[in-house]
Nanobody, 125 residues
Framework: QVQLVESGGAPVQAGGSLRLSCAAS????????VGWSRQAPGKEREFVAT????????DYADSVKGRFTASRDNAKNTAYLQMNSLKPEDTAVYYC??????????????????WGQGTQVTVSS
């Protein structure tokens, strides 16, 4: 069973950048599709990005396309979410998650088995 720990969340001004990390332990991250989601206060958790096992395929929510980039380093057992041109509406707790290898991308959050504890991103205007 893989454990996930996010880091990198911080307060940032609009237009700034952050890179979130998702470190895995207790398992090989290579065996999983990784997803990123976020939850703002009073809102449901929403899909942000997903990356397949090799890092060769990604998909993003329309709200972050062109600004966020998912990547991974399987040798380091770590996935990343590079966030550029941040907006106040990006403020949320960000979570990484892992779904057993399917060969593809996972957009449905219900298909993820393992979750991190989240990291807070706060974007001020």
């Amino acid at each position: 069973q893989v454990q996930l720990v996010e880091s990198g969340g911080a307060p940032v001004q609009a237009g700034g950048s952050l890179r979130l990390s998702c470190a895995a332990s207790g398992g090989t991250l290579r065996s999983y599709t990784v997803g990123w989601s976020r939850q703002a206060p009073g809102k449901e958790r929403e899909f942000v990005a997903t990356i397949n096992w090799s890092g060769g395929r990604t998909d993003y929510a329309d709200s972050v396309k062109g600004r966020f980039t998912a990547s991974r380093d399987n040798a380091k057992n770590t996935a990343y979410l590079q966030m550029n041109s941040l907006k106040p509406e990006d403020t949320a707790v960000y979570y990484c998650a892992a779904a057993p290898w399917t060969g593809g991308l996972v957009v449905n959050l219900a298909e993820y088995n393992y979750w991190g504890q989240g990291t807070q991103v706060t974007v001020s205007s």
